[in-house]
């Protein structure tokens, strides 16, 4: 029986730690690697949503994932703030019944209730620390 897995993708913590490194992921080849290795399906990719950023959103699209977006905020000093945790537990909870299993790509320390939740049910395929 085919398996069916969903991943839900921190955004920002994917792309601050892949940065913090001074590589540049190749998100088109990120998403083939998920379905290869991992048979996912469905992947949700969060993200703060940045006017003027369309051309990103619109290429993290055409590479198959389903974007989920945080209106952003700037705090006192300027910078963008757009915390997608409670985005990516809901849609993780809402999708529940629809996969097998999932797997979580963050390397945030916040999804732990989330990760422990689903593999005391089985459900956890595996989490990615970027």
Known sequence: MKKKNFAFIDGQNLNLAIKSLGWKLDFK????YLRDKYKVEKAYY???????N??????LQQCGYILIFKPTLFNKDGKVKGNCDA???LQAMIEY?????AI???????????????KGRNKL???LVP
Do not use: A, P
Not at 46 to 52: D, V
């Open 54 to 59: 369309s051309v990103l959103y619109s290429s």
């Open 125 to 127: 395929r595996t989490v």
């Open 46 to 52: 969060f993200i703060g949503f940045i006017e003027g």
């Open 87 to 89: 985005e990516l537990v």
């Open 29 to 32: 080849k990120f998403r083939i």
């Open 104 to 118: 979580i790509v963050t390397g945030d320390g916040d999804f732990t209730c989330l990760v422990n939740y689903l």
């Open 97 to 101: 019944k629809n996969y097998d299993q």
